[in-house]
């Protein structure tokens, strides 16, 4: 009786072992209390999401918006379309970057092309991208510097007081150039173009 006993006994216990770990298997990764397991939605380093850079750029959907952003660190006064600020009276003493063929031509990847007016009448050029992998890459080839690139958008400044008030706003330098380092202590994200950085140093 002492033996078929303790073999009974055994057998129970094999038995709450056994769904006591299938418990555990079922609860495993379940973070929402509801039996279903979740994934996690991270992104950057840290997560399984998408590679892009750490920092959320600042974006605009329109000019309008784009200016609005502006006049909140800085100034952008009296917005025009580029070709009309081209034809104005304007560019004979301060052309603006760039030029209005750029947003007809593919490579560039522009979608808008606007000029506004800083505070010190200097020309700011604003430009909405629709894709900015083509637009790094043309500045790259072009050895352009001192752009400011946001998530969907660049900006020209078209003054240094300008640049130092843009500081705080989120925007970073497209930086490509190998012949003039950036000073150590200043960010560095991978922009999309291969040799080109996103850094925080404002070269002015």
Not at 6 to 17: D, F, K, N, P, Y
Request: proline residues 3%; contains cysteine; negative net charge.
């Amino acid at each position: 009786m002492r033996i078929r006993r303790a073999i009974t006994i055994g057998a129970l216990l094999l038995m709450s072992v056994s769904l006591t770990a299938c418990g555990d298997d079922s609860d495993a990764g379940d973070n929402d209390g509801d039996g279903k397991s979740s994934a996690s939605t991270g992104s950057g380093k840290g997560g399984g999401g998408s590679e892009t850079a750490s920092t959320e750029l600042p974006e605009a959907s329109d000019m309008a918006t784009l200016a609005y952003f502006l006049n909140e660190h800085a100034s952008c006064l009296d917005l025009k379309a580029g070709a009309e600020y081209d034809d104005s009276n304007y560019t004979d003493t301060d052309p603006a970057w760039g030029e209005e063929s750029m947003t007809q031509d593919p490579a560039w990847g522009i979608k808008e092309r606007a000029v506004c007016m800083d505070k010190y009448n200097d020309a700011n050029t604003l430009l909405l991208l629709s894709d900015m992998k083509k637009f790094q890459t043309s500045i790259k080839e072009r050895n352009y510097s001192s752009i400011l690139i946001g998530k969907d958008f660049a900006v020209d400044p078209g003054d240094a007081q300008t640049i130092q008030e843009l500081k705080t706003s989120g925007l970073k330098t497209l930086h490509c150039s190998a012949e003039h380092p950036i000073p150590s202590g200043y960010k560095q994200e991978p922009a999309l173009v291969a040799g080109c950085v996103l850094t925080d140093y404002y070269d002015d």
